[in-house]
Protein backbone atom coordinates (compact mmCIF):
# COMPACT_ATOMS: atom_id res chain seq x y z
CA UNK A 1 0.00 0.00 0.00
CA UNK A 2 2.90 2.20 0.94
CA UNK A 3 4.26 1.74 -2.72
CA UNK A 4 0.79 2.18 -4.19
CA UNK A 5 0.91 5.30 -2.60
CA UNK A 6 4.38 6.54 -3.12
CA UNK A 7 3.74 6.23 -6.97
CA UNK A 8 0.74 8.22 -7.05
CA UNK A 9 2.67 11.02 -5.43
CA UNK A 10 5.60 10.50 -7.69
CA UNK A 11 2.69 10.66 -10.64
CA UNK A 12 0.54 13.31 -9.02
CA UNK A 13 4.37 15.53 -8.62
CA UNK A 14 5.06 14.71 -12.52
CA UNK A 15 1.87 16.04 -13.99
CA UNK A 16 2.92 19.93 -12.51
CA UNK A 17 6.27 19.65 -14.89
CA UNK A 18 5.72 22.22 -17.35
CA UNK A 19 8.44 20.80 -19.65
CA UNK A 20 7.30 17.98 -21.72
CA UNK A 21 9.44 14.54 -22.61
CA UNK A 22 12.23 16.10 -20.30
CA UNK A 23 12.90 12.13 -19.66
CA UNK A 24 13.95 12.19 -23.28
CA UNK A 25 15.43 15.14 -23.47
CA UNK A 26 17.48 14.25 -21.38
CA UNK A 27 18.36 10.75 -22.56
CA UNK A 28 18.96 12.19 -26.12
CA UNK A 29 21.47 14.66 -24.58
CA UNK A 30 23.62 11.98 -22.93
CA UNK A 31 23.98 10.08 -25.53
CA UNK A 32 24.70 13.00 -27.88
CA UNK A 33 27.29 14.22 -25.77
CA UNK A 34 28.57 10.72 -24.84
CA UNK A 35 27.91 11.05 -20.71
CA UNK A 36 28.59 8.48 -18.65
CA UNK A 37 25.21 9.04 -16.40
CA UNK A 38 23.26 11.94 -13.97
CA UNK A 39 20.73 12.26 -11.93
CA UNK A 40 18.48 15.33 -11.53
CA UNK A 41 15.70 16.91 -9.05
CA UNK A 42 13.51 19.87 -9.29
CA UNK A 43 11.73 21.29 -6.34
CA UNK A 44 8.89 23.82 -6.89
CA UNK A 45 6.78 25.71 -4.13
CA UNK A 46 8.43 23.30 -1.70
CA UNK A 47 7.54 20.07 -3.13
CA UNK A 48 9.71 17.53 -4.99
CA UNK A 49 8.16 17.27 -8.29
CA UNK A 50 10.95 15.06 -10.39
CA UNK A 51 13.88 13.04 -9.13
CA UNK A 52 15.57 10.52 -11.70
CA UNK A 53 18.50 8.80 -12.79
CA UNK A 54 19.74 8.39 -16.30
CA UNK A 55 22.65 6.60 -18.11
CA UNK A 56 25.37 4.57 -15.88
CA UNK A 57 27.18 4.49 -12.91
CA UNK A 58 29.31 2.10 -14.71
CA UNK A 59 29.71 2.01 -18.24
CA UNK A 60 31.64 -1.50 -18.42
CA UNK A 61 29.20 -2.99 -15.68
CA UNK A 62 26.01 -1.42 -17.60
CA UNK A 63 24.72 -0.99 -13.97
CA UNK A 64 21.82 2.28 -13.67
CA UNK A 65 21.91 5.48 -12.12
CA UNK A 66 18.70 6.08 -9.96
CA UNK A 67 17.59 8.97 -7.86
CA UNK A 68 19.53 7.28 -5.00
CA UNK A 69 22.83 6.89 -6.58
CA UNK A 70 25.71 8.85 -4.55
CA UNK A 71 27.79 11.55 -6.14
CA UNK A 72 30.75 13.86 -5.27
CA UNK A 73 29.08 17.09 -5.30
CA UNK A 74 32.29 19.25 -4.97
CA UNK A 75 32.21 22.40 -4.78
CA UNK A 76 28.36 22.82 -3.76
CA UNK A 77 29.45 21.65 -0.96
CA UNK A 78 30.86 25.80 0.21
CA UNK A 79 26.86 26.40 0.79
CA UNK A 80 26.95 24.35 3.46
CA UNK A 81 30.45 25.79 5.14
CA UNK A 82 28.47 29.06 4.86
CA UNK A 83 25.32 27.79 6.31
CA UNK A 84 26.93 26.18 9.36
CA UNK A 85 28.53 29.50 9.87
CA UNK A 86 25.85 31.50 9.59
CA UNK A 87 24.18 29.45 12.33
CA UNK A 88 26.79 30.15 14.56
CA UNK A 89 26.27 33.93 13.41
CA UNK A 90 22.97 33.41 14.39
CA UNK A 91 24.13 32.01 17.69
CA UNK A 92 26.22 35.07 18.32
CA UNK A 93 29.70 33.08 18.46
CA UNK A 94 30.77 34.89 15.88
CA UNK A 95 30.20 37.62 13.25
CA UNK A 96 30.84 37.89 10.02
CA UNK A 97 32.90 40.65 10.27
CA UNK A 98 35.11 39.34 12.49
CA UNK A 99 39.15 38.83 12.10
CA UNK A 100 39.65 35.39 11.73
CA UNK A 101 42.65 35.46 13.86
CA UNK A 102 40.01 36.29 16.58
CA UNK A 103 38.73 32.95 16.58
CA UNK A 104 41.69 31.50 14.70
CA UNK A 105 45.16 32.96 16.38
CA UNK A 106 47.20 30.37 13.98
CA UNK A 107 45.85 31.98 10.55
CA UNK A 108 48.48 33.42 8.80
CA UNK A 109 48.71 34.62 5.14
CA UNK A 110 51.88 36.29 2.96
CA UNK A 111 51.17 39.89 4.00
CA UNK A 112 50.89 40.52 7.63
CA UNK A 113 48.50 43.30 6.47
CA UNK A 114 45.78 40.83 4.84
CA UNK A 115 46.67 38.47 8.05
CA UNK A 116 45.73 41.24 10.25
CA UNK A 117 42.30 42.38 8.23
CA UNK A 118 40.74 39.24 7.47
CA UNK A 119 37.23 38.39 8.30
CA UNK A 120 35.31 35.26 8.37
CA UNK A 121 33.09 37.06 4.99
CA UNK A 122 36.76 37.12 3.54
CA UNK A 123 36.69 33.42 3.52
CA UNK A 124 33.37 32.91 1.86
CA UNK A 125 33.11 35.05 -1.20
CA UNK A 126 36.72 34.97 -3.00
CA UNK A 127 38.50 38.15 -2.34
CA UNK A 128 41.54 37.10 -1.02
CA UNK A 129 43.93 38.28 -3.54
CA UNK A 130 45.34 35.00 -3.83
CA UNK A 131 45.01 32.37 -6.93
CA UNK A 132 43.53 28.80 -6.36
CA UNK A 133 46.62 27.37 -4.34
CA UNK A 134 44.86 23.83 -5.11
CA UNK A 135 48.46 22.12 -5.33
CA UNK A 136 48.58 22.26 -1.34
CA UNK A 137 45.67 20.01 -1.23
CA UNK A 138 45.34 17.90 -4.74
CA UNK A 139 47.06 14.63 -4.74
CA UNK A 140 48.91 15.90 -1.68
CA UNK A 141 49.23 13.61 1.49
CA UNK A 142 49.28 17.13 3.61
CA UNK A 143 46.43 17.30 6.64
CA UNK A 144 43.91 20.32 7.02
CA UNK A 145 46.26 21.98 10.23
CA UNK A 146 49.48 21.70 7.60
CA UNK A 147 47.50 23.01 4.37
CA UNK A 148 46.64 25.95 6.88
CA UNK A 149 50.10 26.10 7.95
CA UNK A 150 51.56 26.10 4.97
CA UNK A 151 49.16 28.73 2.99
CA UNK A 152 51.28 31.33 4.31
CA UNK A 153 53.60 30.92 1.74
CA UNK A 154 51.02 31.45 -1.19
CA UNK A 155 52.32 34.60 -2.42
CA UNK A 156 49.13 37.02 -3.50
CA UNK A 157 48.30 37.33 -7.22
CA UNK A 158 45.99 40.90 -6.49
CA UNK A 159 45.69 43.32 -4.42
CA UNK A 160 43.33 41.94 -1.09
CA UNK A 161 39.85 42.50 -1.80
CA UNK A 162 40.21 44.02 -5.32
CA UNK A 163 39.37 41.14 -7.67
CA UNK A 164 37.79 38.19 -7.73
CA UNK A 165 39.98 34.83 -7.49
CA UNK A 166 38.38 31.08 -6.95
CA UNK A 167 40.12 29.80 -3.78
CA UNK A 168 39.17 26.45 -2.03
CA UNK A 169 41.59 26.59 1.03
CA UNK A 170 39.57 29.55 2.19
CA UNK A 171 36.11 27.46 2.68
CA UNK A 172 38.81 24.81 4.17
CA UNK A 173 39.71 27.52 7.07
CA UNK A 174 36.42 28.68 7.22
CA UNK A 175 35.75 24.63 8.02
CA UNK A 176 38.82 25.20 10.59
CA UNK A 177 37.15 28.11 12.47
CA UNK A 178 34.10 26.67 13.09
CA UNK A 179 35.59 23.02 14.48
CA UNK A 180 37.21 25.65 16.81
CA UNK A 181 35.00 27.50 17.90
CA UNK A 182 32.56 24.37 18.19
CA UNK A 183 35.23 21.96 19.35
CA UNK A 184 33.81 19.45 16.83
CA UNK A 185 35.12 18.89 13.34
CA UNK A 186 33.46 20.36 10.10
CA UNK A 187 32.43 16.73 9.02
CA UNK A 188 30.60 16.20 12.61
CA UNK A 189 29.09 19.78 12.31
CA UNK A 190 27.30 19.63 8.55
CA UNK A 191 26.68 15.53 9.54
CA UNK A 192 24.23 16.77 12.89
CA UNK A 193 23.48 20.13 12.15
CA UNK A 194 22.29 19.13 8.83
CA UNK A 195 22.21 16.21 7.48
CA UNK A 196 20.31 14.33 9.98
CA UNK A 197 17.94 16.91 11.12
CA UNK A 198 17.16 17.49 7.10
CA UNK A 199 16.87 13.90 6.57
CA UNK A 200 19.85 13.93 4.79
CA UNK A 201 20.11 9.88 5.28
CA UNK A 202 22.73 8.85 2.51
CA UNK A 203 24.94 12.10 2.81
CA UNK A 204 28.08 12.05 3.73
CA UNK A 205 31.77 13.94 3.97
CA UNK A 206 34.12 11.62 2.86
CA UNK A 207 34.84 8.69 0.36
CA UNK A 208 35.66 6.67 3.34
CA UNK A 209 32.23 6.53 4.34
CA UNK A 210 31.28 4.63 1.99
CA UNK A 211 30.65 1.13 2.28
CA UNK A 212 30.61 -2.06 0.15
CA UNK A 213 27.62 -2.53 -1.78
CA UNK A 214 26.66 1.64 -1.15
CA UNK A 215 24.59 2.74 -4.42
CA UNK A 216 26.96 5.23 -5.50
CA UNK A 217 28.44 5.98 -9.09
CA UNK A 218 32.01 5.55 -10.76
CA UNK A 219 34.17 8.47 -11.92
CA UNK A 220 34.77 8.37 -15.84
CA UNK A 221 36.85 10.51 -18.14
CA UNK A 222 36.22 11.65 -21.02
CA UNK A 223 39.58 11.01 -23.41
CA UNK A 224 38.67 12.74 -27.27
CA UNK A 225 35.28 10.61 -28.09
CA UNK A 226 35.94 7.64 -25.18
CA UNK A 227 34.55 7.23 -21.52
CA UNK A 228 36.96 5.06 -18.85
CA UNK A 229 36.41 4.63 -15.20
CA UNK A 230 38.97 6.50 -12.53
CA UNK A 231 39.40 5.81 -9.02
CA UNK A 232 37.09 7.70 -6.13
CA UNK A 233 39.48 11.20 -5.42
CA UNK A 234 39.84 11.50 -1.65
CA UNK A 235 39.74 14.99 -0.67
CA UNK A 236 38.83 15.02 3.01
CA UNK A 237 42.14 17.55 3.58
CA UNK A 238 40.22 20.24 1.99
CA UNK A 239 36.83 18.82 3.18
CA UNK A 240 34.55 22.11 4.17
CA UNK A 241 35.41 23.30 0.03
CA UNK A 242 34.09 20.30 -1.71
CA UNK A 243 33.91 16.85 -0.64
CA UNK A 244 30.52 16.41 0.65
CA UNK A 245 28.95 13.69 -1.66
CA UNK A 246 25.03 13.15 -1.84
CA UNK A 247 22.20 12.25 -4.17
CA UNK A 248 19.56 13.81 -5.78
CA UNK A 249 16.59 12.70 -2.86
CA UNK A 250 18.89 14.26 -0.37
CA UNK A 251 20.42 17.26 -2.39
CA UNK A 252 16.24 18.36 -2.87
CA UNK A 253 15.30 18.83 0.84
CA UNK A 254 18.67 21.13 0.64
CA UNK A 255 17.08 22.90 -1.79
CA UNK A 256 13.90 23.21 0.49
CA UNK A 257 15.80 24.57 3.20
CA UNK A 258 17.27 27.24 0.53
CA UNK A 259 14.28 28.13 -0.79
CA UNK A 260 12.46 27.79 2.63
CA UNK A 261 15.12 30.56 3.52
CA UNK A 262 16.47 28.20 6.29
CA UNK A 263 13.65 26.67 7.25
CA UNK A 264 12.46 23.20 6.55
CA UNK A 265 9.67 21.66 7.63
CA UNK A 266 8.60 24.33 10.29
CA UNK A 267 12.06 23.60 11.57
CA UNK A 268 14.35 26.99 11.86
CA UNK A 269 17.68 26.16 10.76
CA UNK A 270 18.86 29.69 9.98
CA UNK A 271 17.45 32.79 10.38
CA UNK A 272 15.99 34.71 6.74
CA UNK A 273 18.71 37.14 7.85
CA UNK A 274 21.47 35.24 7.47
CA UNK A 275 20.00 33.36 4.10
CA UNK A 276 19.77 37.13 3.22
CA UNK A 277 23.22 37.33 3.66
CA UNK A 278 24.37 34.27 1.91
CA UNK A 279 22.83 35.90 -1.29
CA UNK A 280 23.73 39.31 -1.05
CA UNK A 281 26.84 39.96 -3.01
CA UNK A 282 29.68 40.40 -1.62
CA UNK A 283 32.49 39.74 -4.71
CA UNK A 284 32.12 41.16 -8.51
CA UNK A 285 33.00 38.30 -10.58
CA UNK A 286 33.22 39.18 -14.33
CA UNK A 287 32.08 42.66 -16.38
CA UNK A 288 28.57 43.57 -17.39
CA UNK A 289 27.04 40.54 -19.96
CA UNK A 290 24.38 40.67 -22.71
CA UNK A 291 21.35 38.52 -23.47
CA UNK A 292 19.87 37.14 -21.11
CA UNK A 293 22.02 37.81 -18.33
CA UNK A 294 23.41 40.82 -17.12
CA UNK A 295 25.29 40.53 -13.96
CA UNK A 296 27.84 38.01 -12.05
CA UNK A 297 28.40 38.11 -8.81
CA UNK A 298 29.34 36.14 -5.75
CA UNK A 299 27.82 36.15 -2.45
CA UNK A 300 28.83 34.02 0.54
CA UNK A 301 29.50 30.60 -1.70
CA UNK A 302 26.92 31.35 -4.06
CA UNK A 303 27.30 32.48 -7.43
CA UNK A 304 24.58 35.02 -7.97
CA UNK A 305 23.09 36.30 -11.36
CA UNK A 306 20.35 37.49 -13.39
CA UNK A 307 18.35 35.22 -15.40
CA UNK A 308 15.25 36.70 -17.82
CA UNK A 309 14.96 39.22 -15.34
CA UNK A 310 15.09 37.02 -12.40
CA UNK A 311 17.67 36.80 -9.57
CA UNK A 312 19.42 33.30 -9.44
CA UNK A 313 21.55 31.83 -6.92
CA UNK A 314 23.57 28.98 -8.35
CA UNK A 315 26.71 26.89 -7.71
CA UNK A 316 28.89 24.40 -9.61
CA UNK A 317 31.15 21.71 -8.43
CA UNK A 318 33.77 19.11 -10.08
CA UNK A 319 36.30 16.90 -9.24
CA UNK A 320 37.89 13.91 -10.72
CA UNK A 321 35.20 12.55 -13.17
CA UNK A 322 32.46 14.16 -10.99
CA UNK A 323 30.25 17.18 -11.68
CA UNK A 324 27.52 18.92 -9.78
CA UNK A 325 25.30 21.66 -10.28
CA UNK A 326 22.53 23.42 -7.85
CA UNK A 327 20.23 26.30 -8.84
CA UNK A 328 17.58 28.08 -7.18
CA UNK A 329 15.56 30.89 -8.57
CA UNK A 330 13.98 32.30 -5.28
CA UNK A 331 10.95 34.07 -6.91
CA UNK A 332 9.74 31.33 -8.23
CA UNK A 333 10.07 29.02 -5.49
CA UNK A 334 12.20 26.96 -7.62
CA UNK A 335 15.47 25.00 -7.56
CA UNK A 336 17.12 22.32 -9.43
CA UNK A 337 19.89 19.96 -8.53
CA UNK A 338 22.40 17.56 -10.91
CA UNK A 339 24.49 15.76 -10.44
CA UNK A 340 26.80 13.55 -13.16
CA UNK A 341 29.51 10.93 -12.79
CA UNK A 342 31.91 12.46 -16.32
CA UNK A 343 34.34 15.02 -15.96
CA UNK A 344 33.30 18.35 -18.00
CA UNK A 345 29.42 17.55 -18.43
CA UNK A 346 28.32 19.80 -20.93
CA UNK A 347 24.79 19.45 -20.99
CA UNK A 348 24.24 20.83 -17.26
CA UNK A 349 24.40 24.62 -17.56
CA UNK A 350 21.53 24.32 -20.87
CA UNK A 351 19.20 21.80 -19.28
CA UNK A 352 19.44 24.13 -15.58
CA UNK A 353 18.14 26.91 -17.85
CA UNK A 354 15.65 25.10 -19.81
CA UNK A 355 13.97 24.16 -17.29
CA UNK A 356 13.96 27.62 -15.78
CA UNK A 357 12.52 28.69 -19.37
CA UNK A 358 9.70 25.81 -18.97
CA UNK A 359 8.44 27.92 -15.45
CA UNK A 360 8.68 31.15 -17.11
CA UNK A 361 6.28 29.61 -19.97
CA UNK A 362 9.55 30.77 -22.51
CA UNK A 363 8.10 29.36 -25.52
CA UNK A 364 10.09 25.57 -26.87
CA UNK A 365 11.37 27.30 -29.80
CA UNK A 366 13.54 29.76 -27.72
CA UNK A 367 15.29 26.59 -25.90
CA UNK A 368 18.64 25.87 -27.33
CA UNK A 369 19.65 22.36 -28.57
CA UNK A 370 21.92 20.42 -26.55
CA UNK A 371 22.06 17.76 -28.93
CA UNK A 372 25.18 18.85 -31.29
CA UNK A 373 28.64 18.63 -29.46
CA UNK A 374 30.59 22.24 -29.05
CA UNK A 375 33.67 22.46 -30.39
CA UNK A 376 36.71 21.24 -27.68
CA UNK A 377 36.93 23.37 -24.83
CA UNK A 378 41.05 25.00 -24.17
CA UNK A 379 41.61 22.34 -21.44
CA UNK A 380 40.75 20.01 -23.70
CA UNK A 381 42.95 21.51 -26.95
CA UNK A 382 45.63 21.11 -24.25
CA UNK A 383 45.39 18.02 -22.78
CA UNK A 384 45.00 16.45 -26.31
CA UNK A 385 48.05 18.33 -26.63
CA UNK A 386 50.17 16.58 -23.76
CA UNK A 387 48.74 13.89 -25.24
CA UNK A 388 51.08 14.14 -28.15
CA UNK A 389 54.36 11.98 -28.17
CA UNK A 390 57.53 13.72 -27.80
CA UNK A 391 59.59 14.42 -30.87
CA UNK A 392 61.83 11.81 -32.33
CA UNK A 393 65.51 11.96 -31.96
CA UNK A 394 65.47 13.95 -28.73
CA UNK A 395 67.47 13.63 -25.67
CA UNK A 396 68.27 15.19 -22.06
CA UNK A 397 70.61 18.18 -23.16
CA UNK A 398 72.84 16.75 -19.82
CA UNK A 399 73.47 13.34 -18.03
CA UNK A 400 70.92 12.39 -16.12
CA UNK A 401 73.12 12.47 -12.73
CA UNK A 402 72.83 15.96 -13.48
CA UNK A 403 69.83 16.68 -12.72
CA UNK A 404 69.97 14.71 -9.78
CA UNK A 405 69.45 16.99 -6.51
CA UNK A 406 67.35 18.70 -3.84
CA UNK A 407 64.77 21.54 -4.77
CA UNK A 408 63.00 23.58 -2.29
CA UNK A 409 59.61 25.51 -2.37
CA UNK A 410 58.29 26.79 0.87
CA UNK A 411 54.72 26.16 0.39
CA UNK A 412 54.33 22.85 -1.41
CA UNK A 413 57.92 21.15 0.51
CA UNK A 414 61.17 19.57 -0.70
CA UNK A 415 61.53 17.18 -3.51
CA UNK A 416 64.51 15.12 -4.49
CA UNK A 417 65.64 14.14 -8.10
CA UNK A 418 67.19 10.93 -7.70
CA UNK A 419 68.75 8.16 -10.46
CA UNK A 420 67.59 4.52 -10.08
CA UNK A 421 68.53 2.13 -12.30
CA UNK A 422 68.91 4.79 -15.20
CA UNK A 423 65.80 6.82 -14.63
CA UNK A 424 64.74 9.77 -12.59
CA UNK A 425 62.45 9.61 -9.91
CA UNK A 426 61.16 12.06 -7.49
CA UNK A 427 60.71 11.68 -3.83
CA UNK A 428 57.94 14.27 -2.54
CA UNK A 429 57.59 15.83 0.76
CA UNK A 430 53.87 15.58 0.81
CA UNK A 431 53.08 13.70 -2.53
CA UNK A 432 53.42 10.63 -3.64
CA UNK A 433 56.17 9.32 -5.00
CA UNK A 434 56.69 9.61 -9.12
CA UNK A 435 59.15 8.72 -12.03
CA UNK A 436 60.42 10.93 -14.77
CA UNK A 437 60.33 10.40 -18.78
CA UNK A 438 61.90 11.95 -21.10
CA UNK A 439 60.07 14.44 -23.26
CA UNK A 440 62.22 17.09 -25.05
CA UNK A 441 65.26 18.33 -24.00
CA UNK A 442 64.98 19.70 -20.23
CA UNK A 443 61.17 18.70 -19.77
CA UNK A 444 60.11 15.39 -18.74
CA UNK A 445 56.96 14.01 -17.95
CA UNK A 446 56.47 12.88 -14.02
CA UNK A 447 53.82 10.53 -13.11
CA UNK A 448 52.79 9.71 -9.54
CA UNK A 449 52.90 6.41 -8.39
CA UNK A 450 49.35 6.25 -6.93
CA UNK A 451 45.73 5.05 -8.05
CA UNK A 452 45.39 7.61 -9.63
CA UNK A 453 48.30 7.96 -11.73
CA UNK A 454 48.39 11.64 -13.24
CA UNK A 455 51.04 12.84 -15.01
CA UNK A 456 52.41 16.46 -15.57
CA UNK A 457 55.28 18.25 -17.14
CA UNK A 458 58.48 19.35 -15.56
CA UNK A 459 61.07 21.64 -16.70
CA UNK A 460 64.71 21.82 -15.50
CA UNK A 461 65.81 25.91 -15.10
CA UNK A 462 69.32 26.09 -16.57
CA UNK A 463 71.57 28.88 -15.76
CA UNK A 464 73.87 31.01 -17.89
CA UNK A 465 76.76 28.61 -16.69
CA UNK A 466 74.81 25.75 -17.37
CA UNK A 467 73.86 24.63 -14.21
CA UNK A 468 70.75 23.48 -13.07
CA UNK A 469 68.84 26.13 -10.51
CA UNK A 470 65.66 24.89 -10.39
CA UNK A 471 62.11 23.03 -11.58
CA UNK A 472 59.33 24.57 -12.98
CA UNK A 473 56.88 21.97 -12.31
CA UNK A 474 53.40 21.82 -14.04
CA UNK A 475 50.37 22.31 -10.89
CA UNK A 476 52.93 22.90 -8.40
CA UNK A 477 55.54 25.42 -8.98
CA UNK A 478 59.14 26.50 -9.22
CA UNK A 479 61.21 25.00 -6.86
CA UNK A 480 65.14 25.93 -6.34
CA UNK A 481 67.88 23.80 -6.05
CA UNK A 482 69.43 23.86 -2.63
CA UNK A 483 71.46 20.84 -2.59
CA UNK A 484 72.66 18.05 -4.67
Known sequence: VLFFAFLLSQFAAAQQLPLKNLDEYIEKAIKDWNVAGMAIAI???????YAKGFGYKNVDEKTEIDEHTLFAIGSTSKAFTAALMGMLVDEEKVRWDDKVTQHLPEFQLYDPYVTREFT??????????????????????????????RIRYLEPSWSFRSHYGYQNIMFLIAGQLIAQVTGKSWDDNVKERIF?????????????????????????QRTRDTLRTIPWRDIDNIGPAGSINSN???????????????????????????????????????????????FSLYGLAWSLRDYRGKFIASHSGSIDGMNASVGLMPEENLGVVQLSNVNGNPIMSNLMNRIFDAYLGVPEDEWRDVGQPREPSTQQRQRRQEEQPPPEDTKPSLPLERYAGTYENKMVGNVKVEL?????????????????????????????????????????????????????????????????
Not at 43 to 49: A, G, H, L
Not at 123 to 138: A, E, N, T, Y
Not at 199 to 217: Q, R, W
Open 120 to 149: IRDLLCHRSGLSRGDQLWFGSTFSRDEILY
Open 248 to 294: VVDMAKWLRLQLGNGTFEAREFWSSDIQREMHSPQTITSGLRTGLSH
Open 420 to 484: KDGKLTLDFEGYPDAVLEHRHLDTFRYTFKDKYANSYNLTFIIDASARISGINMQRLGEFRRVGR
Open 43 to 49: VKDDTVV
Open 196 to 220: LPLGMNETNTSINDFKPGDNAATPH
